[in-house]
């Protein structure tokens, strides 16, 4: 029996020592989120090496200015694709089989620790998507206001939704996956860029998987999926107040209320389509000029 204990604290004392000697002779830093080598991790994007950083499939250079894709687009061509709810779209990435690969592992097995990372590139498409419209704003003549601005307003207009809002899931998507990813990454933006996120929308059918049908499949299917939720209408008629109080000087009364939507993949345009109509239906109803944007973490 003391001879087993001997043993036994021998063996304990050996792991002991290698365990040791492995985290001596392992290279610096943690574990990459994606890639799983041991290496110094970004400071920027949570949770992954250097080498992954340039990985990421960043659209620098936006050749649709419509819906953002960064290659050759003959969707916004079509002539049914004019008259779309929303006013532009912008993505962080493009949706390729790296950036396909992470979002699978947030999206459909709940790895919530990409939750960090995929938000980071959304805050940061967000950012590059404010200095864009800054910068458009900048360039066009003041429009007549129905107050009097202050020099500075009228010289340096800045673009900044009311509020963030989300595409939902159905409650049979929710309940097997436990979390709508789109709502994940809105509350993440919201929250790094002090917006306030409203709960808009419901989704009244259960559409089954998107990424198994074909664009008029895609369009037709998201027909009558969503509708307005039971305070919508109450919360884009409090946006509308805030948004026109008397300190906004520089902000007429016919102005609209502009809403940025938020989901995690752009690919036909229809389920955004579909939300922004809803919403815009909403304030028409109520008089109030809306203006929806939307901003994804990827297009394809």
């Known amino acids: 029996m003391i001879m087993f204990n001997w043993l036994n604290n021998i063996t304990d ?18 574990t990459c989120l994606t890639c799983g080598t041991r290496a110094i991790l970004s400071s920027l994007y949570p949770g992954i090496c250097l080498r992954c950083v340039k990985q990421i499939p960043w659209i620098r250079s936006i050749r649709c200015l419509r ?10 061509a079509r002539p049914h694709m004019q008259n779309r709810s929303f006013i532009l779209n912008r ?14 592992m947030y999206k459909f097995r709940g790895h919530e620790r990409y939750a960090p ?3 980071a590139l959304l805050i940061q498409a967000f950012q590059a998507m404010s200095d864009e419209q800054n910068s458009t704003l900048a360039k066009e003549p003041p429009a007549p206001v129905a107050h009097l601005a202050t020099p500075t307003q009228q010289r340096n207009p800045q673009w900044r939704p009311a509020a963030v809002t ?11 996956r436990g979390f709508n990813q789109a709502e994940r990454l809105a509350a993440g933006l919201a929250t790094a860029c002090r917006l306030p996120i409203v709960d808009l929308l419901q989704r009244q059918i259960n559409t089954t998987k998107q990424s198994f049908k074909s664009r008029g499949e895609r369009i037709e299917t998201m ?18 107040r805030v948004s026109h109080l008397p300190t906004q000087m520089s902000m007429s ?14 690919t036909t345009g229809s389920t955004l389509d579909a939300c922004g109509r809803v919403i815009l239906n909403a304030g028409y109803s109520m008089e109030i000029p809306v203006e929806i944007y939307t901003l994804t973490l990827a297009r394809s």
């Open 117 to 119: 990372l995929l938000t």
């Open 166 to 176: 989300y595409v939902p899931v159905s409650s049979e998507r929710l309940a097997e």
């Open 253 to 266: 009364h016919d102005e609209p209320v502009q809403i940025l939507l938020i989901d995690d993949i752009y």
């Open 13 to 30: 004392h050996a792991q002991h020592l290698t365990e040791r000697l492995h985290h001596l002779l392992a290279p610096p830093g943690a």
């Open 223 to 240: 027909k009558n999926a969503f509708s307005i939720n039971p305070e919508g209408m109450h919360l884009i008629e409090e946006l509308y």
């Open 91 to 104: 993505s962080a990435v493009q949706y390729n089989p790296f950036m396909k690969e992470w979002i699978g």
């Open 67 to 76: 819906c953002g894709r960064g290659v050759g687009c003959p969707d916004c």
